[in-house]
């Protein structure tokens, strides 16, 4: 079975359908999510011990702030070979320096020998009001925060040997002060995990909608237009890699202005029926985009 | 680094020392964590796949259990290298039964390709007033749940190719009814995981004492009698390979009526000074159990 059967699979048997688990108690809601992360998809050569750390942290917390939430805390489980004192001390100062960036706490964790690096975070956030990925509505409007293709730039600079802005760029700040932020405004919103593309497809697939977006509204990262050599390659590292873990998030025309007082974000489209699909607007053309992304 | 010392080495840095970590909320206590098992060290030839995914839930479960808490839910994350359909139907049907036996819910999970089968379980519990690792005093009580040495008992039938009845032995009922029962009347507690020596040596470090147990009131399962070719190899299953998860938790003398009153289980020795250490009476001798058990 591919990842996404694998979803598909575990998604008909537990109740997944959003970047956390809610739990209602005592008149809040609390948010969990676990990401698994190792060493050959996630960890290419040249990410330093640093880098991985934080990163693992960040992807957990990116779910939380996906679903408008405030964190509580991180759990790490961590497997390795052999543990190196140096290797290990470097990962957690960077596990811990994320969480300080996003003023929560690494608060336990567990260790297993493993064949392979394989770094396991869990992360528990709290949202009054969690935002769901399927209150999309047609009409709204389709919205990012910061820039995509950061990730896929970062691999590309790996490749290149560019080890200092490659780790740079893979730091990622988990958009959490943007979510919670946006928590009272966004009716849905996702955290884009493998590529715009893929996200619009899980948010519509969650909604029940389409949407029509703007390639020339779409905000790329610096880095990949100096690194592509075409606009194929801007999109292909703009819309399918993902790992930027940027929000996508919709939001009612009327609260555009109350969001922009908030937040930094760009409206790349709006919302239209399932039946017109996912397009983007390339000048002229209409282009259905395909649903495909990052698999892990 | 062996796992100890990586367990050391982290526990300077995070605020690591309980079961579970704990955090306030709205006048209530989160207990989080996170358990990393594999293929490898967790998962021994002839273990069913349902068992696998029971065991992996109920090692989280038993980590709230041993802080007197409540679960709230549980998160999977699963990596395998390549995800079998009759395979993973059959582990998250294990890991759906033991939520179900323990009254909570299976909540989400993330998937990844993985050269090893991974399993990383969070749990999450709520606890009014957290049972902690370090509240035993001289004169407490030492008191366990249970029966010790089933996992030893079963790792050698497995040996033997007694598959059913080695499962049946693996499947664990987490103590989280014990562990809420004895919440407020135990001082101390903590779920043995690496064989009943670890735990006192856990325990008694986390509280600054010693313990001095008696080898005649320990409960050996029957299984361990049945297979243990003498006194010595009782010990050994019993003592010191754990994976039973059993409770060990401390009680003042004057709450043990109390406490039988709503749990099952044995007192095996009391609670003394550090500086005796942690000694087991055996006839008319005294000897230092050696700080050892089961190392992942």
Redesign the interface.
């Known amino acids: ?1 591919r ?1 996404r ?3 598909k ?2 998604s008909e ?4 359908g959003d970047d ?2 809610i ?1 209602s ?4 809601n ?1 948010l ?7 060493r ?2 996630d960890f290419p050569e040249g990410m330093t011990p640093y880098t991985m750390g934080w990163r693992a942290v960040a992807v957990s917390l990116s779910d939380i702030a996906a679903m408008g939430g405030k964190p ?2 991180v ?5 390795a070979p ?4 140096k290797f ?2 470097e990962l ?1 100062e960077g596990a ?1 320096a994320c969480c300080e960036a996003c003023e929560t ?12 690096l ?1 770094i ?1 975070t ?1 992360a ?1 956030g ?1 949202a009054q009001k969690p935002v769901l990925r399927s209150g999309a509505r047609a009409e709204d409007l389709v919205c990012v925060t910061g820039d995509l293709g950061r990730t896929a730039a970062a691999l590309e600079l790996l490749k290149a040997k560019e080890y200092e802005q490659a780790n740079a760029l893979l730091r990622f700040t988990p958009r959490l002060r943007e979510g919670q932020a946006l928590g009272s405004l966004a009716r849905s919103m996702i955290d884009i995990s493998d590529g715009l593309a893929r996200a619009l497809y899980q948010l519509g697939e969650a909604s029940h909608v389409g949407f029509k977006v703007d390639a020339m509204a779409i905000p790329f990262a610096l880095e990949v237009e100096e690194l592509a050599r075409d606009q194929d390659e801007i999109f292909e590292m703009g819309l399918f890699v993902g790992e930027d873990f940027e929000l996508l998030f919709t939001l009612p025309q009327e609260r555009l202005l109350e969001a922009r007082r908030v937040c930094e974000f760009t409206v790349i489209g709006r919302v239209v029926s399932a039946k017109e699909g996912i397009t983007m607007q390339l000048g002229p053309e209409s282009i259905v985009l395909p649903d495909r992304g990052y698999e ?1």
């Open positions: 079975m990842e059967d694998v979803i699979f575990l048997r537990l109740p997944i956390c688990a739990i108690l005592k008149k809040t609390l969990l999510t676990t990401d698994m992360l190792h050959q998809t509580l805390g759990v790490i489980a961590l497997g052999e543990f190196e004192k290990l001390e957690l811990l706490k690494l608060l336990g964790g567990d260790t297993d020998r493993h064949n392979e394989t396991v869990t528990l709290e892990h």
